[in-house]
């Protein structure tokens, strides 16, 4: 069956580096997209950005100078780097699947990694 | 970016119908497809897809919930309401990036 299941340290210094693995089963990553999304305690979602089936990746422009999504197919991860994190990066940090053609909506959620950014 | 407004909560009685808005800045239909989708999140857990392209039933959800509209006024509807609903509503967009959500409807019971 699809899973998705988010990796990575729960506590993160300010101004270091946040990196997340995405580990996925079920599915292939060279068939499907992958996209990161976060959500602030008691906030809504935002997305982060995407790793394309091809390999191309997009990204928030609000975070683009931060962030890096790469992967390896042979071991079925999509990687998420942030940096320079500051305190705002606090939240839960959800991999997903998409199931869009053209749209992109998400049918499969990891159950989401909870990063806090605290000296 | 196209911003996505709901209601902060909506409060009905068990068994009634719960209807959740949601307008975006921008049409978000193109060629005959809403590019509209609705998910469902509880305390502590993941969201969950129930409607996407604005009326389509996501695999295993109950046809208690329907979603509608078109351009820039959309609904989701759920009738009727059971316990179980209680949860966060999001509207999310895809037709243009970044992907924009809405800021959630919390559906409360009466």
């Known amino acids: 069956q699809v899973q998705l299941k988010e990796s990575g340290p729960g506590l993160v210094q300010p101004s270091q580096t946040l990196s997340l693995t995405c580990t996925v089963s079920g599915f292939s990553l060279t068939s499907y997209n992958v996209h990161w999304f976060r959500q602030p305690p008691g906030k809504g979602l935002e997305w982060m950005g995407r790793m394309r089936y091809n390999g191309d990746t997009s990204y928030n422009s609000a975070l683009k100078s931060r962030l890096s999504i790469s992967r390896d197919t042979s071991k079925n991860q999509v990687f998420l780097k942030m940096n320079s994190l500051q305190t705002d990066d606090t939240g839960t940090y959800y991999c997903?699947?998409?199931?869009?053609?053209?749209?992109?909506?998400?049918?499969?959620w990891g159950q989401g990694v909870m990063v806090t950014v605290s000296s | 970016d196209i911003v996505l407004t709901q209601s902060p909560a909506l409060a009905v009685s068990l068994e009634q119908r719960a209807t959740i808005s949601c307008k975006t800045s921008?049409?978000?239909?193109?060629?005959?497809?809403?590019?509209m989708h609705w998910y469902q999140q509880k305390p502590g857990q993941q969201p969950k897809l129930l409607i996407y392209?604005?009326?389509n039933l996501a695999s295993g959800i109950p046809a208690r919930f329907s979603g509608s509209g078109s351009g820039t006024d959309f609904t989701l509807t759920i009738d009727p309401v059971e316990a179980d609903d209680i949860a966060t509503y999001y509207c999310?967009?895809?037709?243009?990036?970044?992907?924009?959500f809405g800021s959630g409807t919390k559906l409360e019971i009466k």
């Open positions: 997903t699947r998409d199931l869009g053609n053209y749209g992109s909506y998400f049918d499969y």
């Open positions: 999310q967009q895809s037709k243009d990036y970044p992907l924009t």
């Open positions: 392209e604005g009326s």
């Open positions: 921008q049409n978000v239909d193109n060629y005959g497809i809403s590019y």
